[in-house]
């Protein structure tokens, strides 16, 4: 192998480990995009949506890494209408289909 051919094939690894730090940087935005959503939801009120449909509305006291979330004044709605009240629910992370914030109630 000569020397040019292994300058080219130098060239060719660094090309190649472009893409993937323009992913990586992608997936950190992403992580902290994230981390700063938890942030501002911390003690708001949110609508938590199961895989099964079924959604739960109160204040957020607790999320972790597992998406394990902890709501205090919950409500839970099936098919739209409510049909219990909890003071505290813990509802297991990978029940949970996603998370929106919701308007404070007046």
Do not use: W
Request: with cysteine; aromatic share 6%; hydrophobic share 35%.
């Amino acid at each position: 192998m000569t020397k040019e051919s292994e300058e080219i094939g130098a060239m060719d690894q660094l090309r190649s480990l472009e893409p993937r730090s323009k992913v990586i940087s992608r997936i950190m935005s992403r992580k902290e995009a994230l981390s700063q959503f938890i942030q501002q939801i911390h003690g708001r009120p949110v609508v938590v949506k199961l895989n099964s449909g079924v959604d739960y509305r109160g204040v957020l006291a607790c999320l972790d890494g597992y998406m394990n979330i902890a709501l205090e004044q919950t409500e839970e709605y099936v098919n739209g209408q409510l049909k219990n009240k909890y003071g505290d629910a813990f509802i297991r992370g990978n029940n949970v289909l996603y998370i929106s914030t919701q308007k404070r109630r007046v």
